[in-house]
């Protein structure tokens, strides 16, 4: 009777405990953006002609990120910035650019960290006056990528650190919930701040790994402080300090031996951990995240009572006699039927949000990743079958032989575990199926804003002009006017002028003098800051005795 009220009591607490880490986990979901930042806006426009020069470069993300290496260069490769001039304003990076910068083309090349701490990079070209002809090619080349090596450390550091986590984490709930009275329960004590200090330790390393892979610098380079500061910055950052913070209380909690609260510091702590996984990743930033956050919680306080119960599991059949150790696997095992679907649903949930279709999980590498952990799941699941139905009642029985095979089928257990955790460290550097359909409908539809533009062919006596604004939205516009003569040859005035205004609106003329890039070619940029009907006066001084004026009006929406 007073067993049976104890694992009512142990039952009612794991409860308790993970209807606390769901409900700060979901209290904590509105703050986290979405994952892979995608460059929404850029000033100056990409290849823009500009008759002067800006005072910054405006790059706007649909997520606040965390600059590495932004800067401005000029058409040899020469910075013109420094970081000094780099600064963030909500969503959007501005980059300070010198006074009187020379004509010429320069190159605008980004590095910054999304929120589920990958880096997001580019490049792109603008000119002040006149172009550079290999500028374009220069962009090309400072789009740099990181060393492969850094991803292969990255993902060993991770599978280690969710082994150390786990087993400290797990064996403390191990402790609290399954078996603290037993001969080797110290022996467990020891494992689980072992494990808790490797875990902080592995997890600060991971940090200067995060930060040289973000800013693309060679090995040597996780010497340098600034890579530190850079990994410090981002959401892992923030993780990692929240995730140090639960070990540090699982660890106290541990070293109280008999102490009354030991067992609250150990839960307290483990709290705090699970959440410090909520801070950053893949399902940390998938939508809808009132589901995937508390979801992702679930999966990880479940898996680690799971994975944590393993050790001590395997410690005791190995010390106690069968007919002690009979009661405690026993007692875990009642305790897993409640553990195991919740783990499984939750990990299920979290797949469909991420692949969203089957087909992806043939079709992309993370797909194919996550099938690999779906059958090294599958191989457990049935493994922990096998001891659930026929290896525990074997053991309460007494049938000879039945501690040393659930011993093996707990080892097997394990390997089959750090494969999978393996397998989910190296899913981590792989983009989900769903960040890359929403970074593509991104794209695609920065791409239609891009180029949406008015288009009018003004005629004047023999002479035509083609004007094209782009992106005829209020803000940067690029005005391009093709001059060509009655017989289509191009036309090529003195002098060209653009003149813009709204008399409905108050504004006055304003003029704008042309630059000229091909035979009857010529290109303006503006600032047309207001929606509405805008008149654009095309003024053309073909000779000294003849000048043309085209005149229409331009829709900016």
Known sequence: MDSSKSSRRRILCLTWLTSQVVLISFLLWPSLASAHAVLLERYPLENALLTSAPDQVRLRFDEVVAPVLVRVLDASGRPVTGPGDVSEIDETVVIRLPQNLPPGSYIVSYRVISADSHPVGGSFVFSVGQTTTDAPLKASLLDATATPAWAIIATALRTLFYVACLFGTGGGLFLVFVDRHSSVAQIDRRQIISACVIAGILLTVSLGIEGGAAAAVPLSGIFEPAIWRIGIHTKLGESAIVTILGLAIIVF?????????????????????????????????????????????????????????????????????????????????????????????????????????????IDTGYGQRL??????????????????????????????????????????????????????????????????????????????????????????????????????????????????????TPLTPLELSIRLSNPALGVEPNDYKATNVAPGRYVVAAQIPIAGNWTVEIDALVSDFERKVFTTTVPIR
Request: net charge positive; with cysteine; aromatic share 6%.
């Open 253 to 361: 909690g541990a070293s109280r031996r008999g102490s009354p609260v030991a067992s609250l510091f150990m839960l307290m702590g483990i709290v705090v951990v699970v959440i410090g996984f909520t801070l950053t990743g893949h399902v940390a930033t998938a939508e809808p995240r009132w589901l995937t956050i508390p979801m992702l919680a679930l999966h990880v306080l479940c898996d680690t009572f799971w994975v944590g119960a393993l050790l001590p599991l395997y410690r005791r059949l190995g010390v106690e006699s069968g007919k002690v150790a009979a009661p405690i696997v026993a007692r875990f095992s009642r305790q897993a039927l409640f553990v195991v679907p919740v783990l499984f649903a939750s990990g299920l949930l979290i797949a469909a949000v991420q692949v969203r279709t089957p087909g992806a999980l």
């Open 371 to 488: 099938l690999t952990k779906l059958i090294l799941v599958a191989a457990l699941l049935i493994l922990a079958a096998l001891n659930k139905l026929r290896l525990t009642p074997a053991l309460e029985r007494g049938a000879p032989g039945a501690t040393r095979s659930l011993r093996k089928s707990i080892f097997a257990e394990f390997l089959l575990v750090v494969g999978i955790l393996a397998v989910t460290a190296m899913i981590g550097e792989q983009i989900p199926p769903r960040a890359l359909a929403e970074k593509e409908a991104h794209e695609h539809h920065h791409m239609e804003m891009a180029h949406e533009e008015f288009v009018a062919k003004i005629t004047s006596d023999n002479r035509t002009a083609l004007l094209e604004v782009g992106p005829a939205h209020p803000g940067d516009n690029q005005l391009t006017v093709t001059l060509t003569n009655d017989d289509r």
